[in-house]
């Protein structure tokens, strides 16, 4: 599975952004998922955002919500995110990330095997 995303940026605080993912290759739509794990500076990978190919049950991480939208374009092999309202701390580099199984709840960012390149969100204040 390969995985490029797109859409990052240098905004400021309350304005947003939309990221954009295609999977590419072996993408086993059928089965698995796809979503969102954010990086910031000097702190550990957070997974953001998380939607099921088939069923569409999606997963937000609580300091997002209300706030991002995560979608998918099954057609297209493709998966957004929507990101309203954004705040300085949500500044991070954002990886779209995909596992070959469904999800239940928000996984950690070890349970994906597919990583694509990253984008860089900056919000400042």
């Known amino acids: 599975v390969q995985l490029q995303a797109s859409g990052g940026g240098s905004v400021q605080a309350g304005d947003s952004l939309r990221l954009s993912c295609e999977a590419s290759?072996?993408?086993?739509?059928?089965?698995?998922?796809v979503g969102w794990v954010r990086q910031a500076p000097g702190k550990e990978r957070e997974s953001v955002a998380t939607?099921?190919?088939?069923?569409?049950?999606?997963f937000y991480a609580d300091s997002v919500k209300g706030r991002f939208t995560i979608s998918r374009d099954n057609g297209r092999n493709t998966v957004f995110l929507q990101m309203n309202n954004l705040k300085p701390e949500d500044t991070a580099i954002y990886y779209c990330?995909?596992?070959?199984?469904?999800?239940?709840?928000?996984?950690?960012?070890?349970?994906?095997?597919?990583w694509g390149q990253g984008t860089l969100v900056t919000v400042s204040s």
């Open positions: 290759g072996r993408t086993s739509t059928s089965n698995g998922a």
């Open positions: 990330v995909a596992r070959e199984n469904r999800v239940v709840v928000l996984p950690t960012p070890d349970a994906f095997g597919y």
């Open positions: 939607i099921n190919w088939s069923g569409g049950r999606i």
